[in-house]
Every structure is written in structure tokens, then in C-alpha cells.
């Protein structure tokens, strides 16, 4: 079964650390989305891809976070430095032709 | 910008009884699509409504894409507790990004 991979499942952080999450989208799926889910705010784009190029960032916090896509099998998501209220799951999907299938993201807890 | 709204946030409701959730975009979609979360899950892709008035059917779930292409509806009739979880509608406006609703939790009383 093709799925979107991501790691790590967990992480627990020190405020002030640099996270990095990663993604390997389903292979030949052109676009890539980046989801952080809290109990307060649902899911929230953070920034989504389209053959690699960024469409859009406009939910992401821009001094801290960024988002790349180094080659069509990576995405990346990092947070630097990271703050307790970045605590939330991050999922990243993939998809081609509208909708989108989800990895079983990563928990991020930054203390 | 885009925002989609959906009710109820929760709902709780006995096995066997009916369910809906709504779902109503600030502007007109291109296809509007439903996913289910399951507790401690991921969400995970059940359709995608393109037409406008489209009904589509799988087993128990109906899903109907308003004329105006703004609303969509979930149905569940006779609830089983596998239909436990979180609902969300996301819509889409041409080559744009896929915007979620906040989602509705049920919860079932078996």
C-alpha cells in the first residue's frame, strides 16, 4: 500500500531547539501540504507544494518556521527556535488531482 | 480569505440513530471533499464532491454538494460505534490550497 511516511512519530523538545520533521510524500503525487492540528485550532495549512515549488506559506509563522521540498521524495518542516506553544501534531499529505492522503504525522511536544 | 465553516462541533448520539454534518464555504468551491479522523488517528480521505447538487452514497454515508457549491452535507443514518471519530470538509477553489473545516466529533452510545 502506498502511504505518506513521516518521522519521527514522536518528539520531545526543549523550548529554544530546532525541530525538524520530515515527509516522503506517495510517489508521483505532485502536490505536498503541511497540517499542524491542535484541540484549539483544528487543522491549520501550513504550507503546501506543487512539483516542488511553495504555492503557498501564508499559515506559517515566518521567523521560526520554513519549508522545503529538496528533491520530489523529502519535505521538510522545521521550527527554529521552538516555543511550548508549537506543541501539536504535524501531519504532512500528499496528492495529485485534489484531495489529499495523509501520513500519521508527528507529535511534537517542546517543554 | 477562504474560510469553511462547519456545525455542529460535536455530537453524541444513541447507536442506530442518525447523523449529519454541515458544512458552508465563504466562497463558491470547485469540489469539496470529506475526511474521517478516527481517535488518536489521521485523517483519511472518504470522497470528493465535484458538481454542483451532486448526491453520492457509500453504504450509510450520503453526501450532497449544495447547487450554489458553497454547502455540503454528511449523513450517517442508523450509526454503528465504527463511525466514531472527527468529520472534517475541505474545500477547494480551483488550483488552490485545500481549506479545512474545524470538524464535527461524534461519539456513539452503544
Known amino acids: 500500500d502506498a502511504r505518506v511516511t513521516q518521522t519521527p512519530r514522536d518528539k520531545v523538545t526543549e523550548m529554544g531547539q530546532e525541530v525538524t520533521m520530515r515527509c516522503q510524500p506517495i510517489l508521483g503525487h505532485n502536490t505536498v501540504f503541511w497540517y499542524r492540528q491542535t484541540m484549539m485550532q483544528g487543522l491549520e495549512l501550513l504550507a503546501y507544494?506543487?512539483?516542488?515549488?511553495?504555492?503557498?506559506d501564508s499559515g506559517m509563522p515566518k521567523d521560526r518556521f520554513s519549508a522545503e521540498m529538496p528533491d520530489a521524495t523529502l519535505a521538510t518542516l522545521k521550527i527554529q527556535p521552538s516555543e511550548p506553544r508549537d506543541s501539536a501534531v504535524y501531519f504532512c499529505?500528499?496528492?495529485?488531482?485534489?484531495?489529499?492522503?495523509f501520513g500519521q504525522g508527528t507529535r511534537l511536544t517542546v517543554v | 480569505g477562504q474560510q469553511v465553516m462547519q456545525i455542529p462541533q460535536y455530537q453524541h448520539v444513541q447507536e442506530g440513530e442518525d447523523f449529519t454534518t454541515y458544512c458552508n464555504s465563504s466562497?463558491?468551491?470547485?469540489?469539496i471533499q470529506w475526511y474521517k479522523q478516527r481517535p488518536g488517528g489521521h485523517p483519511v480521505f472518504l470522497i470528493q464532491?465535484?458538481?454542483?447538487?451532486e448526491v453520492k452514497k457509500q453504504k450509510r454515508l450520503t453526501f450532497q454538494f449544495g447547487e450554489a457549491k458553497k454547502n455540503s452535507s454528511l449523513h450517517i443514518t442508523a450509526t454503528q460505534t465504527t463511525d466514531v471519530g472527527t468529520y472534517f470538509c475541505?474545500?477547494?477553489?480551483?488550483?488552490?490550497?485545500?481549506?479545512f473545516g474545524q470538524g464535527t466529533r461524534l461519539t456513539i452510545n452503544p
Open positions: 464532491l465535484v458538481k454542483s447538487g
Open positions: 466562497t463558491t468551491l470547485s469540489n
Open positions: 499529505a500528499s496528492g495529485s488531482g485534489g484531495n489529499a492522503f
Open positions: 475541505a474545500g477547494q477553489r480551483g488550483a488552490q490550497k485545500l481549506v
Open positions: 507544494f506543487r512539483n516542488r515549488a511553495p504555492l503557498d
